[in-house]
Nanobody, 120 residues
């Protein structure tokens, strides 16, 4: 089971990007999915998270600018990033709690990270 993230790149301040992260392999269920980021010289921090029901949680610094969503049928989570700022520059990592069968507890999976650079 693995997570594959995509969608990073270079964007000007005020621009938008959409990140995607798909889980693949033998998957029974995924409850929690989220996006974290690590900026240069800083610790990794939560950006946004979503559970199966659709309930979401956002870091204060992205509220009103970013939106997290998921496609449960495709085991995919998205992060729509609008009004990007230079301080949003970071490597973005997706995360998921994956169960491979009914009897197993969740496996904590991280994607490989995708670089987002906000610069003019």
């Amino acid at each position: 089971v693995q997570l594959q993230a995509s969608g990073g790149g270079l964007v000007q301040p005020g621009g938008s990007l959409r990140l995607s992260c798909a889980a693949s392999g033998s998957i029974f269920s995924i409850n929690y999915m989220g996006w974290y980021r690590r900026a240069p010289g800083k610790q990794r921090e939560l950006v946004a998270a979503i559970i199966t029901s659709g309930s979401t949680n956002y870091a204060d610094f992205v509220k009103g600018r970013f939106a997290i969503s998921r496609d449960n049928a495709k085991n995919t989570v998205f992060l729509q990033m609008n009004s990007l700022k230079p301080e949003d520059t970071a490597v973005y990592y997706c995360y998921a709690d994956v169960r491979v069968d009914y009897h197993s507890g969740p496996i904590n999976l991280w994607g490989q990270g995708t670089l987002v650079t906000v610069s003019s």
